[in-house]
Every structure is written in structure tokens, then in C-alpha cells.
């Protein structure tokens, strides 16, 4: 499912940011991503998700060694990959409706399709309501959840969240706790990076930490559930 | 809102937010006067190509020969004239060879020295027109053996003159085709700097949708399909606006030509322009949507 052996990562003219990553995830895993800030957190998804490709070492995300993969081929593999950020990244122009369908449009999926899926979606994130709005006439909780509407219209085989709850109340966070985790429920890899160590008390799992670009914590073997408390690694 | 839904995808979706970053009103406007130029040289290419085959199909087969002393006697009976008209008839490549009258060399020497010439008692020359049967037909040997013939008679050779104004024209051809593509040029260069401007306002849209993953030849296809329906719409306002100006300059050059004005608007211009007009909006969207694509799809490469 996602696998990285001996991966590095320097942005151009930089010194290294992740070093020497080894770990795998199973399919149908969840794993917290924890660490302080500037420990690479931001920059391991972004690995994951294709927003770069590894300077070094071999990284295999869904099955595709990503070095080797043409440029061409990596949007069809982006579309299998769901994505929440932090400041949610909605298209400010378009409804709700329609950020919420992008991901299907571009895929070119079918119109009528696309109505029934997003409704269902909307229903499912609580916004069926909102569906016209623009996203600056929703609040920051209702924000995020379409952002989730968006990164699972398309059912990812990987789901990735960069700080999903930092702009979220606690009753926000934990509603989007239980939205990932019957996601998860459902077989997407989901893999949440976060500070909130409430919420990660609150729903104990497998973590890969991160400190100065290093993986000091990681599980490598399939997690039958999430739910099991990750021993400490030293 | 809601009722946009039960629709099919609206055709225009505007995903990027396209309308606002690629403008309606500067790229159209920038692109209808490249077009009223690109219209202003068409018209140029046009016209002096008619003047090069209307100069060459009516001097190029014309010739005049004078004649001194046209009246007095050569061999056989033959007057001077009479002899050298019999000679040019009988050359293969002469259609016609007619001497004109008394009245037609008055008529055609009145403006310099007046009506009643002929009371002048000048020695005036006897003046053949000839028309050959294609124009540049080699007369050097004829030339030579009516001078033999006849001593003093010169071959007006228009030759040289008509190769000198088909390198004329032809250099007014180079000239508009230059004009025409400086012109498509900086068309292109307008669009680019547009589309750039488009990428930079819609960056993070652009990023956002990227991320999703589209693919480049989708993002590229969105900013072309926006930037081809701007330059035809240009293309068609700047051939619009050229027409006037197109049909005011032809009046003025009616003269040269063989058109009236009486034959209406329509017969004013030459047809191959008429046929030519309605492809510079067809040109324009084509500038305008490789010019988008290969902007987009360069800029595009900078994401991974």
C-alpha cells in the first residue's frame, strides 16, 4: 500500500528535511503522525500524496514505485489519494456542491453520477444543507468537513489529514475523528497528522513520529485495529 | 442554485475561476487591433499581387514602335511604316501589330503640345501598337532585323519596366507578409503575457485542482478553451472594424483597378480578401489556443 525504503527529501538548494524514512502501511491501516513542529510531518504527507517526489531512496505509494513513474501518470494516482489540510484549500469561487465534486469531474465521471454521490457525501458530512453556499459563508468546522466531502467523494484507497483539527473546536475534532475513522472502518488507509494530543488520547493507534526529519517511532507490521495503543518506542 | 444540479455539468464550468483571471475586456481589445492590422496587410498582400498580374497581363503584352519618317519609301512599293507593320505581323508571338491614325497621335500628344498638333508641321514619328501573345517574349532578334530593315525604328520594350514593378510588388507582398507575421507575433506574445498573468492570479486554484489530480493537458485545455473564445472574439471585432477602413482605402485605389464604385461595397474588394477575411478570427483562436497551451502546459511543469 505505501511503502518507504531509505527515503530522503531535500527541497531544491536545501539541506535534507526527512532522512532515511523506512516504514510500510498496510491496506486498511490508521496511523497517527506525530512530532514537534518543523519535524517533517508537513513534508512525509506531502511525499505521500505525490506533492513531491523522494530525493532519494524508493517509495512505493498504492502499488507505484513513484521515482520511476512518469509525470503523466501521477494525477490518475493522485485521484486515489484523499487529501485534508489545515486551511482547508476550498476553491473560494465554487458552492460547496461543487468544490465537493471536483474531484469526480475530473475524473470525468458522469453528471448524474456526480449529484447523487455528492449529495450523499454532503448528507453523510452533515452540509446537505449548505450545498450552495460559497465556502466563506460557512464556519471553520463546516469548512473542513467539505474539505473531507472533497477528499473522499472519489472512495481513496489513501486518506491523508495535515492538522485537520487545528482550526476545529474540541465537539468539531471529535466529529471528524469518527468521520476518519468509519472511513478507516471502511478500508481506507488513513493516516492523520497531528498536535492534538487530546484527540490522540482519546482515540488510541499506531503512530509514526517524527523528530528532526527522523522516524524515531513506527510500526511496521498489518494493524488488524487501529485501536490498539502503540507501545513507546525509544 | 440548487436547480443547476438536475442539469447536465453546465458546459462553461468555470473550475479555475477563468472568467475573472483571463479578462473579458483587455486580451479581446489587444487582439482586435493585431486583427485590424493583420486585415490592414491581408489587404496589402492582396493588392499588390491584383497590381503585379494587371500590370504584367496589360503592359507585359504591349509594345510600341516608332517609326521615323513613316511616309517615305521602303523596299517594294512599302512605306517606312507599312513595312515594319507587315514585319511585326508576320513574327510568331505578335497577336496584333496596328499603326495608329493621324488622329489617335494628335489625340494622344494634345496634352504636351495642344490641340492642332499636326499645324505644328513637327516630323513626327509613325507609333505602332503591338500586343504580343504573352508577355516577356524574347524580341531581341526582331528587334534586330526591323532596324536592318528600317534604320532609326525603335521597339518600345516595356520589359524592363514591368520587371522592375513586379519586383516592386513584390517586395509590397514581402512587406505585408512581414506585417502579417510580426502581427500573428505579437498576437501571440499578447496572449501568452495573459495567460501568465491567468496562471499567476489562479495559482492556488491551479495548485488546488492540480493536487486533485488533474492533468495537465486538463488545466491547459481549460485556460485554451478560455483563451481561444477571447482571440476569435477579438479577431472577429478588429476584421469588423477593419472593414470600413478597408473599403475607404480600395475607394481610393479604385482607380488602378478595373472596379467601379458603382459595383457596390461588395465588388470593391478582391474576392480572395472576402475569403480571406473570415479566417482571421479562425487564425486568432488558433494563435490564442497553442499559445495557451504551450504557456500552461511549460508553467505546469514546475509542479511535480
Known sequence: MVRFDDVGLSYAGHPEVLHDLNFELAEGAFRWLLGPSGAGKTSLLRLMYLAVRPTRGRLSILGADVASLRRRSLPRLRRRIGVVFQDFRLLGHLSVFDNAALPLRLAGRPEGQIRADVGEMLRWVGLAKKADARPAELSGGEQQRAAIARAVVVRPNLLLADEPTGNLDEIQAERLMQLFKEMNRLGTTVVVATHNDALVSRHPARALRLERGRLIGTTCEPVAAYALPEPEVQ | ?304
Open chain 2, 1 to 304: 442554485m440548487m436547480s443547476r444540479h438536475n442539469l447536465l455539468r453546465p458546459a462553461g464550468f468555470d473550475e479555475l475561476g477563468l472568467r475573472r483571471a483571463l479578462a473579458d475586456r483587455m486580451l479581446p481589445f489587444l487582439v482586435a487591433a493585431m486583427a485590424f492590422l493583420a486585415a490592414l496587410a491581408l489587404a496589402g498582400w492582396i493588392g499588390a499581387a491584383s497590381l503585379a498580374r494587371l500590370w504584367q497581363a496589360g503592359a507585359g503584352t504591349s509594345l510600341t514602335v516608332q517609326v521615323p519618317h513613316p511616309a517615305d519609301a521602303a523596299h517594294g512599293g512599302e512605306t517606312r511604316l507599312e513595312h515594319v507593320v507587315g514585319m511585326l505581323r508576320e513574327n510568331p508571338g505578335v497577336a496584333s501589330a496596328r499603326a495608329l491614325s493621324a488622329n489617335e497621335l494628335n489625340a494622344l500628344l494634345e496634352p504636351w503640345l495642344g490641340a492642332g498638333a499636326d499645324r505644328l508641321g513637327l516630323p513626327l514619328p509613325g507609333v505602332i501598337a503591338v500586343r504580343l501573345t504573352e508577355p516577356g517574349f524574347p524580341l531581341g532578334a526582331l528587334a534586330e532585323r526591323v532596324r536592318e530593315a528600317v534604320p532609326g525604328t525603335r521597339l518600345e520594350d516595356q520589359g524592363i519596366w514591368i520587371t522592375r514593378l513586379a519586383t516592386l510588388a513584390q517586395s509590397l507582398q514581402l512587406c505585408a507578409a512581414a506585417a502579417l507575421l510580426v502581427v500573428a507575433g505579437v498576437a501571440a506574445a499578447v496572449i501568452a503575457v495573459a495567460t501568465r498573468g491567468g496562471l499567476a492570479a489562479r495559482r492556488e486554484a491551479i495548485e488546488i485542482v492540480h493536487g486533485l489530480g488533474a492533468s495537465d493537458s486538463y488545466i491547459a485545455g481549460q485556460f485554451a478553451a478560455r483563451a481561444t473564445l477571447l482571440a476569435a472574439a477579438g479577431g472577429i471585432a478588429g476584421g469588423v472594424l477593419a472593414l470600413p477602413v478597408l473599403l475607404g482605402l480600395a475607394n481610393l485605389a479604385a482607380p488602378f483597378g478595373t472596379t467601379s464604385e458603382q459595383a457596390g461595397a461588395f465588388a470593391m474588394l478582391p474576392v480572395g480578401l472576402w475569403l480571406l477575411l473570415p479566417g482571421l478570427p479562425m487564425v486568432a483562436a488558433a494563435i490564442g489556443f497553442t499559445t495557451a497551451q504551450a504557456t500552461v502546459r511549460r508553467w505546469l511543469r514546475q509542479l511535480p
